[in-house]
């Protein structure tokens, strides 16, 4: 069985893109969240324009961030397929990084986000959402989500990193 991992993290917006842009997408998505509908045309297209604005380190340093911790991170990975994927604001979505790696022939599909720690709405929240959705889309494939994180690994691996500093 062809395993994959997805890493998930939250995204950034670029330092160049307009404000604007930014705060119409909140306001649509706040709007369509107390509505409980799917999402506007208008929205869409917005989301997609913030998500595939060009990025440079410059402009989006935390996607570079995080490319170098996916770097660091498939060595590990014993040989599965990898994929990386953005929560919000970044290209590719969660949604695009499963149908890579499913494409690629990946059966069975480990979602795993940067963000550990419990309570926030983007692990809690949207990305099982959006597991879900794709639940529906993939039945013949296994995909899971790697949450909640055990804070006892979490508190560890802090702490290890911590006495570099003593």
């Not at 670029?14 to 509505?35: F, G, N, S, T, Y």
């Not at 590990?76 to 149908?99: I, K």
């Not at 963000?115 to 879900?132: D, K, L």
């Amino acid at each position: 069985m062809t395993r994959a991992i997805v890493l998930v993290g939250h995204g950034g917006v670029p330092k160049d893109c307009p404000h604007e842009l930014i705060r119409k997408l909140k306001q649509l998505e706040a709007q369509r969240r107390a509505a409980g509908k799917p999402m506007s045309q208008e929205e869409e297209e917005l989301d997609q324009q913030i998500r595939r604005w060009p990025r440079t380190p410059a402009n989006d340093p935390y996607r570079t961030g995080l490319e170098l911790l996916a770097a660091s991170l498939r060595p590990h990975l014993n040989g599965a397929l990898f994929a990386m994927a953005y929560n919000e604001f970044c290209a590719p979505t969660l949604e695009e990084a499963v149908r890579e790696v499913v494409g690629a022939g990946a059966r069975h599909v480990t979602i795993v986000s940067t963000m550990f720690t419990p309570g926030g709405s983007h692990s809690e929240v949207e990305i099982p959402e959006t597991i879900r959705r794709l639940h529906s889309q993939y039945p013949n494939v296994t995909i899971r989500y790697a949450w909640p994180f055990d804070l006892n690994l979490v508190a560890g691996m802090l702490s290890e990193h911590l006495q570099r500093f003593d």
